[in-house]
Each structure stands twice: as C-alpha cells, then as structure tokens.
C-alpha cells in the first residue's frame, strides 16, 4: 500500500480500492444473503447495476427522485397547451380564476417617494406592462406549474425589465444539494440540440465579502405549482382533469351529432296484401310527399312517421356526474359554470366560502411571488446607486384586489343590534371599554376600514374632555350674562 492509499485511508477510512471493489462484485455470485451484503457495500457512485434493479434519470445526475420525468413533463405542457386550445371548460376555468383573482388593478404602495417612482417606473414599462403581464403570466402558471421570467438589469440605473421563457424549454432545474427548496439553477434547450442558456435563480446574496451582500441577485424569476417540497419542477393545476375534460366535451359533442337525427324522419308505409314488386312499383309512383302537399290512399295504404328516440335524461344525468365531478375537483361551485336558477344561486351563496378560500391562498402565492419581484427591482437600484440604502429599507406594501365582495346590506343590517349589545355590556360591567371597542372595531373592518380600538378610545376622552370644558366655559358665560342683568 503506497503512502497516497495510507493517507486515504486516514482521511476516509470507509474508501475502497478498486481491487477491493471487484472483490464484492464477485460476491454477488454467490449466495443471496452474500449478494445482498456486497450490494449494500458497493459505494452508490460507483453506478453498479447489473440487474437494472435501480432507476437512472436519462438527463442526468437528479438530487430529487419526486419530479415527473422529463418525457411526462413535457408532454404534461404540451397537453395543457393544446387543451387550452382545445377545450372550452379548461380555458372557462383558468379565465375564471383569472377574474377572480385580479379582477382590479393591484396597487404599491411605500412611505418612500424614491422607492415608490422606481417602481412605478418599473411597473409602467412598456416591456414590462405588468397590469397586463403579470395576470396572465399566473395564469399560465396555473395551466403549466411553473414559469420561468429571466431579466434584464441596466448596469446604469439598476432598472429591471422581465422576459418570458415557455417552461416548456427547460431542461433542467439544479437545486442545492443540501436543500432541495432551494433552485439554484435553471437550464433551457438551446436551438437544434445546441445547449441553452443557464440561469441563476434569483436569490439573497450572502457572501459577505460582496458588494451586493443581502441584495436578491441572478438571471431569472422560477415558480413552480403542485409538486411534492422535494421536487424542483411544477405541475399544471388541470393534470388530474385533462382527461374528464376532453371526455366530457367529447361526450356532450357526440350527443349533438345524435340529436341531428331527432330533426329527421322517415315514411314508414304499410302496404296490405301487395307482393314486392307491387311494392317496388308503388314507390316508383309514389315519392315522398312535399310538405305542405296532399296525399291520398285507401284503407289499404298506412302512412306513419317514424324518428329515433335518444333518451335525452340519461344523456343529462351522464353530463352532470362528469361536470359535477370536475368542479368538485377545481374546488368550484356547479353554479359556477353553466347553471342558474334560484335553487343554484342559493348552493352558491352557501358553500361559496370554501372556493374563495382557495382563490384567497392562490392569490397570497402570487403576491410573495410579486414581493419578490419588486424588490429585486429596489435592490438592484440600490447596487446601481440609484436609491440609498436607508430609502430603500422603508420598503413598499402591495395591496391584491379584494376577490369576495362583502355584502354590507347584511352588515349596515346588524350593526344597530350590536351597538345596542355591546352599550348594554359596558354599561353593565360585563366588558370593559377597551373591549367593546375592539369588537366594534373588528365588526366595522369588515366595511374596508382599518380601526385602531385603543387610539379611537383615546380621541373620545380628548374629546370627551373637550365638551366638557366647552360646556364649563358655556355655563361659566351664561351665569355671567345674568349677574350682569341682575346688575
């Protein structure tokens, strides 16, 4: 054994020889409890698989073994684009949570004047257009998993302008061995099986020694939908349903084609005692009749009109399972789609809750995502030196739109009942001040107003206070203006 084999086997004692390593190869020629032994000594990065017993990614080396793989992935996109195309209840219901989840524009808004014009400045971009791009980019999100936005930083001013790759060019997506949530890399397809641009995941700087230390830095924007934490790549929010929708359109669309037949008929004649070639020589002279035309015969001849029967309830009761299956499975009501009536109205103000609840938890995803995005453009101008470090940490908050319109008739409804309860509580001594004001205060956030209960309790005894002396002063004049007359 050379000194170089003796510091190895310092430095790793549990490293082995390739000799040693053909040695347990050999084993597994022997018994089962042998071979099973070699196996699990045998290093994994040593690759040896004789059996084909283990599982090898063909793009490569994959930390995450939760990922579709790439064949399923892309034909996973390719599915989702052409059923977009294709199918009217998939492009109905990505359209819809669309609406819903920015149905107003979004505002920003900061305490900073500097930050507030760079990023109305990068919001407005011609390029960018973000009151445009940024719905639909979710979206897409949706149909797809993920998204991939690269950027573009002007080195002068720090301004940020997003780009858009179809995710359906992605090759791969490294993440860090150590923390599978963490994206570390994206690589794209490049043209006719060249490779493609890598991309940095935007992420925090934290190497100490650089100059943008705590900034976000990279090359692109990556979010992904639907998958395990441990796996990289997204999936498209219809991956379970894209066969219920192509089969039940198929099916509503095999119905019309049917229902052509219930427009048409057939004469179906009767004709007594006559052999087939009186037969024959009877249709010859007699065709089928015009409408509107006459037609004569004897008690001999019998004209019916037969069409065929579709059985149109079993057809309905077939479309309303498959229907009602893929709302259930979106989280939507069926009034949602294709119904009304006041029976519908009323299953839609009853359980409408529980689909917004699933909107309100899309529409924070996208408003981190968006977070994210304003403030890589905040960091990079302050790496450019446009914006000072101490503008840039009064920060910026962004408002989503409000997705469930609340129905203040109910409320403005209630109030009065519950002033009067809540008077009574205090006045009682059941609850103290303090407490009845924050009640009163969270009962009126539901108008749109935020409420401070201990700052508005403070006013009303200023106040409180104020008419009291205006009152001492009112008295104090009074009982002046009659000592005068008295004198």
């Known amino acids: ?14 490293l082995r020889t390739e000799d040693e390593i053909r040695s347990q190869m050999a084993a597994e020629q022997g018994p089962a409890w042998e ?43 390719e599915i989702a684009y052409y059923m977009y195309d294709t199918s009217g209840f998939l492009r109905r219901a990505a359209h819809m949570d669309r609406s819903f989840l920015f149905s107003e524009p979004i505002e920003i808004e900061s305490d900073s004047e500097a930050v507030l014009e760079i990023l109305q400045r990068f919001w407005n971009d011609p390029e960018n257009q973000m009151d445009l791009n940024f719905p639909e980019w979710c979206m897409w999100c949706g149909i797809l998993g993920e998204q991939l936005w690269p950027v573009e ?3 002068a001013n720090g301004h940020v302008r997003l780009l858009y790759r179809d995710p359906s060019e992605i090759k791969d997506v490294w993440v860090n061995p150590l923390n599978v949530l963490q994206r570390m890399q994206v690589e794209t397809m490049g043209a006719v099986g060249r490779p493609g641009p890598k991309y940095a995941v935007i992420r925090p700087d934290w190497n100490i020694r650089s100059k943008t230390y705590g900034r976000l830095v990279g090359d692109c924007f990556f979010m992904t939908l639907n998958h395990p934490p441990n796996a990289a790549r997204g999936r498209s929010d219809y991956l379970t349903l894209f066969d219920w929708f192509d089969g039940l359109e198929r099916y509503a669309f095999n119905y019309l084609e049917r229902a052509e037949f219930m427009l048409n008929f057939v004469w179906d ?42 059985k149109a ?7 309303d399972l498959g229907k009602s299956f893929i709302m259930g499975s979106l989280g939507r009501p069926d009034s949602w789609f294709g119904e009304g009536g006041k029976a519908y109205q009323t299953e839609a103000d009853i359980f409408g809750q529980v689909p917004i609840k699933d909107l309100d938890q899309r529409q924070l995803f996208y408003k981190h995502k968006l977070i994210y995005v304003l403030q890589f453009q905040v960091d990079q101008a302050v790496i450019a030196g446009r914006l000072s470090p101490a503008e840039a ?15 203040l008739t109910k409320l403005v409804n209630g109030i ?27 009962v009126s956030s539901y108008l749109g107003y935020a409420i401070d209960a201990k700052a508005e309790i403070e006013k009303t005894k200023d106040e409180a206070k104020d008419r009291d002396m205006e009152d001492y002063l009112a008295r104090e004049r009074a009982a002046a203006a009659r000592q005068k007359i008295v004198d």
Do not use: C
């Open 153 to 155: 930083v002007n080195s």
């Open 1 to 14: 054994m050379s000194w170089r084999e003796k510091a190895a086997r310092i430095l790793a004692p549990r």
């Open 35 to 77: 071979r099973e032994r070699a196996k699990a000594d045998i290093p994994i990065s040593v690759g040896y698989d004789p059996n084909n017993e283990g599982y090898r990614r063909l793009s490569g080396q994959a930390i995450s073994q939760r990922d579709l793989t790439p064949m399923v992935q892309a034909r996973m996109q």
């Open 416 to 442: 009065p009942q519950l002033s009067t309860a809540l008077s009574l509580a205090s006045q009682e001594g059941w609850m103290s001040r303090e407490t009845t004001a924050m009640m009163w205060a969270y």
């Open 393 to 407: 940490e009064k920060g910026f908050r962004v408002q989503m739109p409000e997705i469930s319109k609340r129905d």
């Open 313 to 319: 309830p079993d057809f309905k009761s077939g479309y």
């Open 269 to 310: 004649v009767m004709l007594k005692g006559m052999n087939e070639e009186q037969i024959r020589t009877w249709l010859r002279d007699n065709p089928a009749p015009e409408p509107g035309s006459v037609r004569a015969h004897n008690e001999n001849v019998e004209w019916s009109a037969v069409s065929p029967e579709l």
